[in-house]
């Protein structure tokens, strides 16, 4: 049975930073695409950022470039969202979430989220100003 679960969100400042971490578990994760999505109240459901496991190939929302870093660590089976300078806009859900779909090509963004094939329960980030 595949796991997501997600950890590290909490209450920051303004500025702060936070590491969301996502333990997966259930399958061999080294051909997929892990992503973070996120989803505020009354909005729908976005992406954020995605890694892909074989390549290391990393994918970025134009709200976080240059805040936010994907990282992953192969022997632990987790991924981890660095996220800086952060902003009341980011405050969210964040979701992670495992695809197996890939191809190869310049084109490929996996931004969304139907394209997903396991997630998580979510983790939440609040931003206060």
């Known amino acids: 049975q595949v796991q997501l679960v997600e950890s590290g969100g909490g209450l920051v400042q303004v500025g702060d930073s936070l590491r969301l971490s996502c333990a997966a578990s259930g399958r061999t994760f080294s051909s997929y695409v892990m992503g973070w999505f996120r989803q505020a109240p009354g909005k729908e459901r976005e992406f954020v950022a995605a890694i892909r496991w074989s390549g290391g190939s990393r994918y970025y929302a134009d709200s976080v470039k240059g805040r936010f870093t994907i990282s992953g660590d192969n022997a632990k089976n987790t991924v981890y969202l660095q996220m800086n300078s952060l902003k009341p806009e980011d405050t969210a859900v964040y979701y992670c979430?495992?695809?197996?779909?890939?191809?190869?090509?310049?084109?490929?963004?996996?931004?969304?989220?139907?394209?997903?094939?396991?997630w998580g329960q979510g983790t939440q980030v609040t931003v206060s100003s």
């Open positions: 979430a495992a695809t197996n779909i890939y191809y190869t090509g310049s084109n490929y963004y996996p931004n969304l989220p139907n394209l997903f094939n396991y």
